[in-house]
C-alpha cells in the first residue's frame, strides 16, 4: 500500500459513512467539521464495545501509541466491523518542543495531519481564552476589594495557561508599578494541557455540566479560610460561553477513509490523559467498536482512565486494554541510549522486559481483558521481535504484532483478531482501584504501591496539611490523578526497567474540584514544559505554495 494512492474524501463522505447527516455537521474546510450540539446533546453511551489504548513505559521519542491506535481503528474496519477512533488534539507545546506531530505515522495516519497539529479547529484556543479569563475576573476582584473581600491573594491558585512550552513563564510577579496595574503578587503560566478547564471540557457530557463543573473550579480562600470558586466570581457562564463551539467533537479521517474523533487533550503525566467523554458516548451511539487512547504508560493513562473517566458514570468500561510495547522501548529499559536504540540488542530486551511485565501486572489488577501490540518498528530484527513474542507468551498473555506503520490495515490484521477474540472470551471483571471514601494519603498510598510498584509514599509536613485542609472543607471523596515523569514507573525518571523497594515523593497537592480529581504532583514534575535543546520548530518550515514541511 502506498500513501501517494490514499485518496481523501470529503468530510461529509465519512459523516454518512457512520450515519450522520449533512445537516449534522459544521464543515471547516473541506477534511474536517464538527458535528453540531443537537446531535450531542442528552446522547447516552450507545451499544459499541469500547477498547482502550495504553502502552508500557515509552522513551523520550515516543513509540506509537497513537500509530497503534489509528491503525486499529483501519484492521478492524477492514476487518468488516465498524469501527470509529477518538483521540486528543495535539498541543502546540509537544508539536513545536520535544515530541513533535501527534497524528500517527507511515500509513497509521489522520488527516489533514498539518491542521490538526496546528491549530486545527481553534478548541485548545477556546480552552485557553476560557481559563485566561477567570485569571483577568480574579485579579479585578483583587483590584476591586483587595485583600480584604472576598479573596485573600495570598491563597490564590488559579495561575494562567499558554498552548506552548516556555519554561520562562513558570514562576511571574504581576500587578507591579502601582495601583493602577493591580495587586502585586507571585503567579505562573501553566500549559494548557494542564488547565482544569480542559479537564472539564473532557469529562462533561453537555454544556450545562460543563457551566457547573467550571463554576465549581476552586480559585483559592477568603480571609476567614472559606473556599471560594469561580461561580463566586459569577465566571462560569461566560467561560461556558467562550467553550460553545469546543465542546462539539471534531470529524476527521483516516488514510484509509476511515472516521475518528478528535476532541480534548488533557496531558496524561499531568491531567487525566484522554479526549472528551462527548465524543466516546457519540462514538458508541454510532458504531459497533471505538478505539480510544489513554496517555503514555499504563500506571498513569490507563488507570486514570478507569479511576477517573469510568466513575464519571458517563462511558462503560472498557471491554479490552490494548497494551503497547516496542523493542526499542524494552532495550531503553534494558540500559541501551537513544543513539543506540536501533542495533540489534536481544539481552537488552529481556532486562527491559521487567518494565513491560510490571505493565502487564497492570493490567491484570485492573480485571479487563488485554492484548500486547508489539508496534513494529523498520529497524527491528526478526530475532528482537521473536524474542519479545517469547517472552509475552512466557507471561501467558494474549499478544500480536502491529505492522500497520508499514502496511496500514493489511498489517494489524492479527492485532484485530486478537482483541475481538479477547472480547469474546475472556473474562471482563473489572474492580476499581479504592472507594471514594477512602483518605486521600490512603488512596495515593493504593495507587503508588499496587500500580507503580513503590514501597513507601512520602511527603513533608506542609502538603499533609494542604491534604487536610482540602478534606477539612468536604471535598475529600474524589478520585486521585498523580502527576509524575512518563519515563519511569517511579517519580524519577532516571529510574528505567522496573524499579523496586522506591519512596513515591510528593511534592505538592491541588484539588481540582470542578473536574473532579485531586491532583498528586510527584518528583520534578513541571505543569509548564520547557523547550528542549533542539526543538522540533528548528524542523518545521511551510513553502510558498503554505504546504508545512517538518511535522513529524
Known sequence: MNIKNLKLKPIEKIADKIGLQFQDIEKYGDLKAKVKYEKIK?????????????????????????????????ALNKAGNKTIGTLREPSLGPVFGMKGGATGGGLAQIMPSDEINLHFTGDIHAITSAHNLLAAMIDNRLHFESSCGTLDSRTITWKRVIDMDDRVLREIVIGIGGPLRGIARETGFDITAASEVMAILCLSKDILDLKERLGNILIGYSPDNKPVF?????????????????????????????????????????????????????????????????????????????????RTGDIPVPSCNVLVATVRSLKYHGGVKLDSINEENISAIEKGFENLSKHIDNMRIL?????????????????????????????NVRVAINDTFLKGSDGGQD??????????????????????????????????????GAKNVAMEGKIERKIKKIEN????????????????????????????????????????????????YCGDIMTMPGLPKIPSAEKIDIDENCEVTGIS
Open 473 to 520: 472543607v468536604g471535598l475529600k471523596n474524589l478520585p486521585i490523578c498523580i502527576a509524575k515523569t512518563q519515563y519511569s514507573l517511579s517519580s524519577d525518571d532516571k529510574a528505567l526497567g522496573r524499579p523496586k523497594d522506591f519512596t513515591l515523593i510528593v511534592n505538592d497537592v491541588s484539588l481540582s474540584y470542578g473536574a473532579g480529581f485531586v491532583v498528586i
Open 415 to 452: 492485532l484485530a483478531k486478537e482483541v475481538i477474540t479477547a472480547i469474546n472470551e475472556d473474562k471482563n471483571e473489572y474492580n476499581p482501584l479504592y472507594q471514594l471514601d477512602l483518605p486521600i494519603i490512603e488512596k495515593v498510598n493504593i495507587i503508588a504501591k499496587k500500580i507503580f
Open 230 to 310: 469561580a461561580k463566586n466570581l459569577n465566571a462560569n457562564n461566560a467561560m461556558a460561553a467562550l467553550l460553545k463551539d469546543a465542546i462539539k467533537p471534531n470529524l476527521v479521517q483516516t488514510l484509509e477513509n476511515n472516521p475518528v474523533f478528535i476532541h480534548g487533550g488533557p496531558f496524561a503525566n499531568i491531567a487525566h490523559g484522554t479526549n472528551s467523554i462527548v465524543a466516546t458516548r457519540l462514538a458508541l451511539n454510532l458504531a459497533d467498536f471505538v478505539v480510544t487512547e489513554s496517555g503514555f504508560g499504563s500506571e498513569l493513562g490507563a488507570v486514570k482512565y478507569f479511576d477517573i473517566v469510568v
Open 367 to 395: 480485571g479487563v481483558p488485554f492484548v500486547v501490540a508489539i508496534n513494529k518498528f523498520k529497524s527491528d530484527t526478526d530475532k528482537e521481535i521473536q524474542k519479545v513474542m517469547e517472552l509475552c507468551k512466557k507471561e
Open 42 to 74: 442528552n446522547i447516552t453511551a450507545g451499544k459499541g464495545k469500547l477498547i482502550m489504548v495504553t502502552a508500557m513505559s515509552p522513551t523520550p521519542a515516543g513509540e506509537g501509541k497513537t500509530t497503534t491506535t489509528i491503525g486499529l481503528v483501519d
